[in-house]
């Protein structure tokens, strides 16, 4: 292993409604609709990206919203909890505002951190950790302003089906860096300040299934596109079958399966969010990559319309 990624560069789970999924990311949590664009392999389907006031890796959480999918099982092969981290004088905020707007939530401890455990709409499970690490966002939307904003992801806690294979290969493969295990986790750290923190189920689980409410994949950062070819000989020297390299328009991507069922995503991480949106503006039209412009007018047919919209609560 010569490279090591920093941390999560996003995550991308399915959900059914826009609108519900808007209200929840953008009008509870908080962060910025970054970019709102399709599916590039099925074009009657968003893909939401939400995040800090750049969409900066770390900060990236995307959707694709479909109406009819089948409801997923949150269980082994998956990110199970998704964590979101926030300033250390901001963890009574969260909790008040769960109170307020009525988003059932629970406190629990782990490797001596307090975390909030919710649920969004569709069931996807996330957490809240307050931490120093990390820079502030600085995006304020309803009633979540910059200074106790969401900064990014804390990290994740992955649900594996094989994990001393997932454990090896976070360390082997990815570069983390195992720091200790308590109460059924094992935990591994990356090197950046956002993103970084991995907690690995010590027992092996059953494998869940795909679906709305659950996590497809997760995405690791490459600091460029040399770094990223490097990482496909990386990966591909560990005995694993990566994709080729895959344009997303915002990063380059590959992907591959490990060992305990999680679809690991390697996304470089230029060239960013405001290469076809000016900053101030990001994620207010619908973004089509040039092969589907043609099609724009079809398309925009096919997608429901949604608003970012301040919460009644939060008026
Ligand atoms: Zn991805």
Do not use: C
Request: proline share 4%; no cysteine.
């Amino acid at each position: 292993m010569t490279i090591q990624t920093t941390g999560i560069h996003h995550v991308t789970a399915f959900v059914r409604n826009p609108q519900v999924t808007a209200d929840f990311y953008a009008g509870v949590l908080g962060l910025r609709l970054i970019k709102k664009t399709i599916n590039f392999d099925a074009p009657e389907v968003y893909h939401l990206y939400f995040g800090n006031e750049a969409g900066s890796p770390g900060t990236i959480i995307t959707f694709f919203p479909w109406e009819n999918s089948r409801k997923g099982k949150v269980g082994g092969g998956q990110v199970g909890y998704t964590t979101y981290v926030v300033p250390t004088d901001a963890f009574d905020f969260w909790k008040e505002r769960f109170v307020k707007l009525n988003v059932d939530f629970t406190e629990t401890a782990r490797f001596g951190e307090q975390y909030l455990q919710l649920e969004d709409p569709d069931g996807l499970l996330l957490e809240i950790v307050a931490r120093e690490q990390g820079t502030n966002s600085q995006w304020s939307f309803g009633g979540v302003p910059a200074e106790k904003a969401i900064k990014g992801f804390g990290g994740a806690i992955l649900y594996s089906t094989a994990s001393a294979a997932t454990a090896n290969t976070l360390v082997n493969v990815m570069g983390l860096e195992k720091i200790g295990e308590e109460g059924g986790y094992a935990r591994f750290k990356a090197s950046g300040d956002l993103g970084n923190i991995i907690d690995v189920n010590i027992e092996s689980m059953p494998l869940g299934h795909g679906g709305s409410g659950t996590v497809h994949h997760i995405a690791w950062r490459a600091k460029d596109d040399i770094e990223h070819a490097q990482w496909r000989n990386q990966v591909e020297g560990s005995g694993f079958l990566p994709t080729p390299i895959i344009d997303r328009q915002y990063f380059n991507a590959i992907y591959f399966r490990e060992t305990g069922g999680i679809l690991f995503e390697i996304a470089t991480d230029p060239p960013g969010f405001a290469r076809d949106e000016d900053a101030e503006h990001l994620g207010e039209k619908l973004m089509l990559p040039a092969w589907y412009e043609g099609r724009r007018h079809d398309i925009e047919q096919l997608l429901t319309p949604f608003d970012i919209r301040v919460l009644e609560a939060d008026k």
